[in-house]
Protein backbone atom coordinates (compact mmCIF):
# COMPACT_ATOMS: atom_id res chain seq x y z
CA UNK A 1 0.00 0.00 0.00
CA UNK A 2 1.59 3.62 -0.62
CA UNK A 3 0.67 6.57 1.75
CA UNK A 4 -0.59 9.97 -0.08
CA UNK A 5 -0.88 13.58 1.19
CA UNK A 6 -4.48 14.63 0.35
CA UNK A 7 -7.07 17.20 1.93
CA UNK A 8 -9.94 15.47 3.54
CA UNK A 9 -13.43 16.48 4.96
CA UNK A 10 -13.19 15.42 8.70
CA UNK A 11 -17.02 16.04 9.55
CA UNK A 12 -19.99 18.03 7.64
CA UNK A 13 -19.39 21.38 9.74
CA UNK A 14 -15.45 21.37 9.81
CA UNK A 15 -13.14 22.93 6.89
CA UNK A 16 -10.54 20.56 5.19
CA UNK A 17 -7.62 19.71 6.60
CA UNK A 18 -4.15 18.15 5.12
CA UNK A 19 -3.88 14.29 5.94
CA UNK A 20 -2.27 11.07 4.98
CA UNK A 21 -4.37 8.45 3.17
CA UNK A 22 -3.28 4.83 2.23
CA UNK A 23 -4.10 3.88 -1.89
CA UNK A 24 -4.43 -0.05 -2.18
CA UNK A 25 -1.41 -2.27 -3.80
CA UNK A 26 -1.81 -2.58 -7.79
CA UNK A 27 -4.00 -5.35 -8.67
CA UNK A 28 -3.57 -7.11 -12.26
CA UNK A 29 -5.96 -4.60 -13.75
CA UNK A 30 -5.33 -1.71 -12.05
CA UNK A 31 -3.54 1.42 -12.86
CA UNK A 32 -1.55 3.78 -10.45
CA UNK A 33 -2.10 7.83 -11.62
CA UNK A 34 0.33 10.65 -10.14
CA UNK A 35 -2.21 13.16 -10.17
CA UNK A 36 -1.13 16.55 -11.31
CA UNK A 37 -4.26 18.56 -11.24
CA UNK A 38 -7.88 17.89 -9.53
CA UNK A 39 -11.03 19.84 -10.40
CA UNK A 40 -13.05 21.47 -7.81
CA UNK A 41 -16.87 20.37 -8.30
CA UNK A 42 -19.82 21.85 -6.48
CA UNK A 43 -20.98 17.95 -5.97
CA UNK A 44 -17.96 17.62 -4.00
CA UNK A 45 -19.17 20.45 -1.41
CA UNK A 46 -22.77 19.04 -1.07
CA UNK A 47 -21.09 15.78 -0.42
CA UNK A 48 -18.78 16.72 2.28
CA UNK A 49 -21.39 18.60 3.81
CA UNK A 50 -23.94 15.77 3.70
CA UNK A 51 -26.43 17.85 1.71
CA UNK A 52 -26.85 14.39 -0.58
CA UNK A 53 -27.50 11.92 2.12
CA UNK A 54 -24.95 10.50 5.46
CA UNK A 55 -21.26 9.88 4.08
CA UNK A 56 -18.07 8.39 6.72
CA UNK A 57 -15.69 10.79 7.57
CA UNK A 58 -12.77 11.55 6.81
CA UNK A 59 -13.18 11.67 3.16
CA UNK A 60 -11.25 13.59 0.02
CA UNK A 61 -13.46 14.31 -2.47
CA UNK A 62 -12.50 15.43 -5.97
CA UNK A 63 -13.62 13.82 -9.52
CA UNK A 64 -12.04 15.36 -11.86
CA UNK A 65 -8.64 14.20 -11.78
CA UNK A 66 -5.56 14.02 -14.47
CA UNK A 67 -2.11 12.97 -14.03
CA UNK A 68 0.26 10.45 -15.33
CA UNK A 69 0.41 6.84 -15.44
CA UNK A 70 3.21 5.60 -12.62
CA UNK A 71 2.59 2.02 -12.73
CA UNK A 72 0.37 -1.01 -14.34
CA UNK A 73 -1.07 -4.45 -13.33
CA UNK A 74 0.33 -7.43 -14.61
CA UNK A 75 -2.92 -7.94 -17.07
CA UNK A 76 -3.17 -4.38 -17.71
CA UNK A 77 -3.25 -3.21 -22.15
CA UNK A 78 -4.68 0.02 -22.31
CA UNK A 79 -2.12 2.01 -20.59
CA UNK A 80 0.74 2.37 -20.26
CA UNK A 81 3.94 4.29 -17.56
CA UNK A 82 4.06 7.76 -18.67
CA UNK A 83 0.80 8.27 -20.57
CA UNK A 84 -1.34 11.64 -19.70
CA UNK A 85 -4.70 9.89 -18.24
CA UNK A 86 -7.73 11.16 -16.39
CA UNK A 87 -10.06 9.67 -14.15
CA UNK A 88 -13.88 11.34 -13.43
CA UNK A 89 -17.09 10.79 -11.34
CA UNK A 90 -16.84 6.44 -10.97
CA UNK A 91 -14.30 3.82 -10.59
CA UNK A 92 -16.17 0.75 -11.48
CA UNK A 93 -19.10 -1.28 -12.13
CA UNK A 94 -21.04 -4.61 -12.26
CA UNK A 95 -19.68 -4.96 -15.80
CA UNK A 96 -22.41 -7.04 -16.34
CA UNK A 97 -25.70 -5.81 -16.42
CA UNK A 98 -27.38 -4.81 -19.55
CA UNK A 99 -26.27 -0.82 -19.05
CA UNK A 100 -22.90 -1.86 -18.78
CA UNK A 101 -22.64 -3.95 -21.46
CA UNK A 102 -23.85 -1.23 -23.79
CA UNK A 103 -21.34 0.91 -22.03
CA UNK A 104 -23.74 2.66 -19.86
CA UNK A 105 -21.89 2.37 -17.03
CA UNK A 106 -22.64 5.52 -15.03
CA UNK A 107 -26.47 4.19 -15.32
CA UNK A 108 -25.21 0.73 -14.14
CA UNK A 109 -28.39 -1.00 -12.65
CA UNK A 110 -26.32 -3.00 -9.48
CA UNK A 111 -24.52 1.39 -9.01
CA UNK A 112 -21.53 2.39 -10.09
CA UNK A 113 -18.73 3.16 -7.49
CA UNK A 114 -18.19 6.65 -7.38
CA UNK A 115 -14.67 8.06 -7.44
CA UNK A 116 -15.35 9.00 -3.78
CA UNK A 117 -17.71 8.06 -0.72
CA UNK A 118 -18.07 4.46 -2.87
CA UNK A 119 -17.48 1.35 -1.61
CA UNK A 120 -14.18 -0.48 -3.37
CA UNK A 121 -15.29 -3.88 -4.55
CA UNK A 122 -11.12 -4.73 -4.63
CA UNK A 123 -11.39 -4.27 -0.96
CA UNK A 124 -14.34 -3.00 0.55
CA UNK A 125 -12.56 0.30 1.60
CA UNK A 126 -14.41 3.78 1.01
CA UNK A 127 -13.47 5.26 -1.88
CA UNK A 128 -11.45 8.66 -1.69
CA UNK A 129 -10.94 11.31 -4.45
CA UNK A 130 -8.74 13.49 -6.07
CA UNK A 131 -7.77 15.83 -3.64
CA UNK A 132 -4.38 13.81 -3.42
CA UNK A 133 -1.56 13.16 -4.71
CA UNK A 134 -2.36 9.65 -6.36
CA UNK A 135 -5.12 7.07 -6.93
CA UNK A 136 -5.17 3.24 -7.92
CA UNK A 137 -8.18 2.47 -10.43
CA UNK A 138 -9.28 0.03 -12.73
CA UNK A 139 -8.08 0.40 -16.15
CA UNK A 140 -11.31 0.31 -17.49
CA UNK A 141 -12.41 3.80 -15.94
CA UNK A 142 -9.09 5.50 -16.74
CA UNK A 143 -9.28 7.97 -19.73
CA UNK A 144 -6.81 8.85 -22.83
CA UNK A 145 -5.88 12.52 -22.03
CA UNK A 146 -5.16 13.76 -25.60
CA UNK A 147 -2.06 15.26 -26.00
CA UNK A 148 -3.59 18.78 -27.29
CA UNK A 149 -5.18 19.42 -24.52
CA UNK A 150 -4.08 21.30 -21.75
CA UNK A 151 -3.30 19.30 -18.47
CA UNK A 152 -3.39 22.44 -16.19
CA UNK A 153 -7.27 23.02 -17.37
CA UNK A 154 -8.47 19.62 -18.78
CA UNK A 155 -9.40 18.15 -15.21
CA UNK A 156 -13.27 19.44 -15.16
CA UNK A 157 -14.34 17.75 -18.58
CA UNK A 158 -14.15 14.83 -16.87
CA UNK A 159 -17.17 16.03 -14.79
CA UNK A 160 -18.70 19.62 -15.75
CA UNK A 161 -17.63 18.66 -19.74
CA UNK A 162 -18.95 14.97 -19.66
CA UNK A 163 -22.25 16.08 -18.14
CA UNK A 164 -22.78 18.22 -20.55
CA UNK A 165 -21.89 16.38 -23.64
CA UNK A 166 -23.81 13.64 -22.95
CA UNK A 167 -27.41 14.94 -23.15
CA UNK A 168 -26.04 17.21 -26.11
CA UNK A 169 -25.12 13.96 -27.62
CA UNK A 170 -28.47 11.87 -26.63
CA UNK A 171 -30.91 14.50 -27.55
CA UNK A 172 -28.94 14.80 -31.23
CA UNK A 173 -28.06 18.40 -31.03
CA UNK A 174 -26.03 19.28 -34.58
CA UNK A 175 -26.33 22.34 -36.62
CA UNK A 176 -29.21 24.59 -36.55
CA UNK A 177 -30.28 23.13 -33.33
CA UNK A 178 -32.14 26.00 -31.36
CA UNK A 179 -30.91 25.16 -27.31
CA UNK A 180 -30.62 27.32 -24.42
CA UNK A 181 -28.61 27.18 -21.29
CA UNK A 182 -29.86 27.59 -17.95
CA UNK A 183 -27.14 29.74 -15.78
CA UNK A 184 -23.31 30.40 -17.14
CA UNK A 185 -21.43 28.69 -14.37
CA UNK A 186 -18.84 25.44 -14.33
CA UNK A 187 -21.33 23.43 -16.30
CA UNK A 188 -23.54 26.05 -18.03
CA UNK A 189 -20.30 27.52 -19.98
CA UNK A 190 -18.88 23.58 -20.79
CA UNK A 191 -22.38 23.19 -22.18
CA UNK A 192 -22.53 26.72 -23.91
CA UNK A 193 -19.30 25.86 -25.65
CA UNK A 194 -19.83 22.11 -26.99
CA UNK A 195 -23.27 22.95 -28.20
CA UNK A 196 -21.83 25.79 -30.60
CA UNK A 197 -19.17 23.17 -31.45
CA UNK A 198 -22.10 20.49 -32.10
CA UNK A 199 -23.70 23.77 -34.65
CA UNK A 200 -26.15 24.51 -32.51
CA UNK A 201 -27.83 27.81 -32.30
CA UNK A 202 -27.22 28.58 -28.22
CA UNK A 203 -29.22 31.11 -25.69
CA UNK A 204 -28.08 31.87 -22.08
CA UNK A 205 -30.41 31.43 -19.77
CA UNK A 206 -29.29 33.68 -16.11
CA UNK A 207 -30.18 35.60 -13.66
CA UNK A 208 -28.55 38.68 -14.68
CA UNK A 209 -26.80 39.87 -18.26
CA UNK A 210 -23.60 40.24 -15.56
CA UNK A 211 -21.94 37.46 -17.74
CA UNK A 212 -23.01 38.33 -21.03
CA UNK A 213 -20.17 38.78 -22.47
CA UNK A 214 -18.58 35.84 -21.44
CA UNK A 215 -21.66 34.16 -23.00
CA UNK A 216 -21.19 35.85 -26.60
CA UNK A 217 -17.60 34.99 -26.39
CA UNK A 218 -18.00 31.56 -26.35
CA UNK A 219 -20.32 31.89 -29.29
CA UNK A 220 -23.72 31.96 -27.58
CA UNK A 221 -26.18 34.07 -29.91
CA UNK A 222 -28.08 35.43 -27.49
CA UNK A 223 -28.02 36.33 -23.41
CA UNK A 224 -31.07 36.79 -21.49
CA UNK A 225 -31.48 37.67 -17.37
CA UNK A 226 -34.01 35.39 -16.14
CA UNK A 227 -34.64 38.27 -13.36
CA UNK A 228 -36.55 40.24 -16.56
CA UNK A 229 -40.38 38.77 -16.53
CA UNK A 230 -40.09 39.99 -19.81
CA UNK A 231 -37.73 36.67 -20.67
CA UNK A 232 -40.15 34.73 -20.91
CA UNK A 233 -42.67 36.21 -22.88
CA UNK A 234 -40.25 37.23 -25.58
CA UNK A 235 -39.07 33.93 -25.49
CA UNK A 236 -42.06 32.00 -25.60
CA UNK A 237 -41.90 28.37 -27.75
CA UNK A 238 -38.48 28.75 -28.99
CA UNK A 239 -36.19 26.18 -27.79
CA UNK A 240 -36.00 22.51 -28.85
CA UNK A 241 -33.61 21.29 -25.84
CA UNK A 242 -33.34 23.39 -22.80
CA UNK A 243 -30.14 22.22 -20.58
CA UNK A 244 -30.81 23.50 -17.18
CA UNK A 245 -27.05 23.35 -15.00
CA UNK A 246 -28.78 25.21 -12.35
CA UNK A 247 -28.55 23.93 -8.43
CA UNK A 248 -31.43 25.38 -6.90
CA UNK A 249 -34.99 25.60 -7.24
CA UNK A 250 -36.65 27.22 -10.19
CA UNK A 251 -39.94 28.04 -11.72
CA UNK A 252 -40.05 25.18 -13.70
CA UNK A 253 -43.61 25.97 -15.50
CA UNK A 254 -41.75 29.04 -16.88
CA UNK A 255 -38.90 27.32 -18.54
CA UNK A 256 -41.15 24.59 -19.45
CA UNK A 257 -42.91 27.32 -21.70
CA UNK A 258 -39.95 28.51 -23.70
CA UNK A 259 -40.27 24.85 -25.40
CA UNK A 260 -41.10 24.12 -28.72
CA UNK A 261 -43.69 21.51 -29.28
CA UNK A 262 -41.74 18.07 -28.76
CA UNK A 263 -38.91 19.63 -27.00
CA UNK A 264 -37.43 18.45 -24.08
CA UNK A 265 -36.03 20.25 -20.38
CA UNK A 266 -33.02 18.33 -19.41
CA UNK A 267 -31.70 18.90 -15.54
CA UNK A 268 -28.37 18.28 -14.99
CA UNK A 269 -27.91 20.64 -11.51
CA UNK A 270 -29.32 18.26 -9.14
CA UNK A 271 -30.78 21.30 -6.43
CA UNK A 272 -31.41 19.67 -3.02
CA UNK A 273 -34.95 20.14 -2.97
CA UNK A 274 -37.62 18.98 -4.89
CA UNK A 275 -38.76 20.96 -8.18
CA UNK A 276 -42.67 20.87 -8.93
CA UNK A 277 -44.08 20.37 -12.82
CA UNK A 278 -47.09 20.77 -13.25
CA UNK A 279 -48.90 18.15 -15.62
CA UNK A 280 -50.13 20.75 -18.14
CA UNK A 281 -47.04 22.17 -18.49
CA UNK A 282 -46.00 19.26 -20.33
CA UNK A 283 -49.08 18.00 -22.21
CA UNK A 284 -50.27 21.02 -24.74
CA UNK A 285 -47.49 21.10 -26.19
CA UNK A 286 -46.29 17.14 -25.55
CA UNK A 287 -43.26 18.25 -23.94
CA UNK A 288 -40.33 16.14 -21.92
CA UNK A 289 -38.82 16.80 -18.64
CA UNK A 290 -35.70 14.48 -18.19
CA UNK A 291 -32.57 14.23 -16.04
CA UNK A 292 -29.01 13.35 -17.13
CA UNK A 293 -25.82 11.93 -14.96
CA UNK A 294 -22.45 11.60 -16.66
CA UNK A 295 -21.81 9.85 -19.63
CA UNK A 296 -20.15 6.63 -19.87
CA UNK A 297 -16.18 5.79 -20.06
CA UNK A 298 -16.60 5.62 -24.26
CA UNK A 299 -18.90 8.49 -24.82
CA UNK A 300 -16.30 10.18 -21.95
CA UNK A 301 -13.18 9.17 -24.05
CA UNK A 302 -15.52 10.56 -27.35
CA UNK A 303 -15.96 13.82 -25.14
CA UNK A 304 -12.57 14.18 -24.41
CA UNK A 305 -11.17 13.53 -28.00
CA UNK A 306 -14.22 15.79 -29.33
CA UNK A 307 -12.87 18.88 -26.63
CA UNK A 308 -9.49 17.90 -28.60
CA UNK A 309 -10.67 18.14 -32.35
CA UNK A 310 -12.31 21.14 -31.29
CA UNK A 311 -9.92 23.48 -29.36
CA UNK A 312 -12.31 23.70 -25.82
CA UNK A 313 -11.47 23.56 -22.46
CA UNK A 314 -12.92 24.83 -19.69
CA UNK A 315 -12.00 28.31 -18.22
CA UNK A 316 -10.05 27.64 -14.87
CA UNK A 317 -8.43 29.13 -12.17
CA UNK A 318 -5.40 27.80 -10.53
CA UNK A 319 -4.93 27.28 -6.72
CA UNK A 320 -3.26 25.78 -4.16
CA UNK A 321 -4.54 23.22 -1.91
CA UNK A 322 -4.32 25.48 1.10
CA UNK A 323 -6.67 27.25 -0.73
CA UNK A 324 -9.50 24.62 -0.89
CA UNK A 325 -11.62 26.15 2.01
CA UNK A 326 -11.36 29.47 0.18
CA UNK A 327 -12.61 28.30 -2.94
CA UNK A 328 -15.43 26.36 -1.29
CA UNK A 329 -16.95 29.75 -0.21
CA UNK A 330 -16.29 31.14 -3.35
CA UNK A 331 -17.94 28.27 -5.36
CA UNK A 332 -20.70 29.18 -2.86
CA UNK A 333 -20.86 32.89 -3.80
CA UNK A 334 -20.58 32.25 -7.57
CA UNK A 335 -17.15 33.94 -7.36
CA UNK A 336 -14.91 31.93 -10.08
CA UNK A 337 -14.75 31.67 -13.91
CA UNK A 338 -15.50 29.01 -14.24
CA UNK A 339 -14.04 26.51 -12.09
CA UNK A 340 -11.20 25.92 -9.50
CA UNK A 341 -8.37 23.31 -10.28
CA UNK A 342 -5.94 22.11 -7.44
CA UNK A 343 -2.49 21.95 -8.34
CA UNK A 344 -1.88 18.75 -6.79
CA UNK A 345 2.09 19.41 -6.42
CA UNK A 346 1.18 21.70 -3.45
CA UNK A 347 0.13 18.64 -1.45
CA UNK A 348 3.86 17.41 -0.92
Not at 272 to 277: A, F, M, Q, R
Not at 313 to 339: K, M
Amino acid sequence: MRTVNAYAAPSATEPLVKTTITRRDLGPNDVEIDIAYAGICHSDIHTVRGEWGPIQYPQVVGHEIVGHVSAVGSAVTKHQVGDRVGVGCMVNSCGECEQCVAGQEQYCLKGNIQTYAGVDPADGSITQGGYSEAVVVNEDFVLRVPESLDIEKVAPLLCAGITTYSPLHHWKVGPGSKVAVVGMGGLGHMAVKIAVALGAEVTVLSQTTSKQEDSLRYGAKAHFATKDPATFEELAQSFELIINTVSAKLDMKAYLGLLKVDGTLVNVGAPSEPLEVPAFALIPRRLSWAGSAIGGIAETQEMLDFCAEHGILPETELISADQINEAYERVLSSDVRYRFVIDAATLA
